[in-house]
Structure formats: structure tokens, C-alpha cells
């Protein structure tokens, strides 16, 4: 199989840090097209009520949060995340990096750019307790249960 498009789904957390790891590990020697490093952008952080708001509700509280200091934030702080993941592919020798940053529900969001951007494969991390996973959600799971591509668990 022929990997042009890789899509890296980044936050702040270990999970991430290794699926950009083992993007760099398995690809920095490899001819490919763009690595996709994707944060998705959650009003009030990572929440158990986040994956319960329905999307006409998350519609109107993006639109509500427009303009204001809260969107700003949010977007800066995405900003940080994406540089960060990003350096540390150049500093591996990978180029042609594209950073995305978009609002959403985390995995349904991942699941469509990658389609949007027709990747190959996606590298997520997995790296949560199960605690973590039963009381906010597994995103992971998720990812790899709907994606229509191969899905690659960095630890």
C-alpha cells in the first residue's frame, strides 16, 4: 500500500505526542504527498457533555462565540498545539505539513477530513486510561470503528 495523504489528529495530551512521534518514525524516509496534523477545536475543553450537545446546539454556540474573546482563545491556543506538532515533524526531516484546525465533535470531525482530504491512512494516539475512556468518551474507538481507511494507535 502506497501512503500519500497521512492525517494526524493532535491535541495537548501524550496521545498525541506519540501519534506524531510514530509519524515521523514510520514516514520522515518515505516519498509522500502531506501529513494533515488536525486539532479540533472544543468549546469548554475536553467535557462528557461535549459529545451530548446535539450539532444544531454546537451550531449555535459557535455562532454565538464569533467575534468574542472565547473564539479567539480557542483558536490561539489550536495555533499552539498545531506549531508545536508541526516543529517537531520539520525537526524530523518532514516537510510539506498542512495544519488544520476546525470546531466539532472530535471524532466526527476527524472522520470527515479525511475524507475532505482523501488521506490514506490516520495515526491517532491511544494512550488513555480506562477510566478516562468510560467517563469522557473514547475517541480512538470511535476513529477506528467508522473510518473508511486504515487507522494506525500510536502509544
Known sequence: MSVKKILVPVD????????VAACA?????????????????????????HDRISDAELS??????????????????????LDSH?????KSGMTRI???SKP???AETI???AGEEGVDVIIIGNTRSTLDKLFMGDVT???????????????
Open 25 to 49: 518514525r514510520l514516514f520522515s524516509d518515505t516519498p509522500f504527498e502531506s501529513v494533515i496534523l488536525l486539532h479540533v477545536r472544543q468549546l469548554g475543553g475536553k467535557t462528557l457533555a
Open 98 to 100: 498542512k495544519a488544520v
Open 86 to 90: 508541526k516543529a517537531f515533524l520539520e
Open 111 to 113: 472522520i470527515e477530513t
Open 12 to 19: 495537548d495530551s501524550k496521545g498525541a505526542r506519540a501519534s
Open 104 to 106: 466539532g465533535h472530535v
Open 60 to 81: 449555535t454556540v459557535q455562532e454565538d462565540l464569533q467575534g468574542t474573546n472565547v473564539e479567539d482563545d480557542l483558536e490561539s491556543g489550536s495555533k499552539t498545539i
Open 141 to 155: 474507538k470511535e476513529v477506528a470503528n467508522r473510518a473508511t481507511v486504515p487507522v494506525l494507535l500510536a502509544k
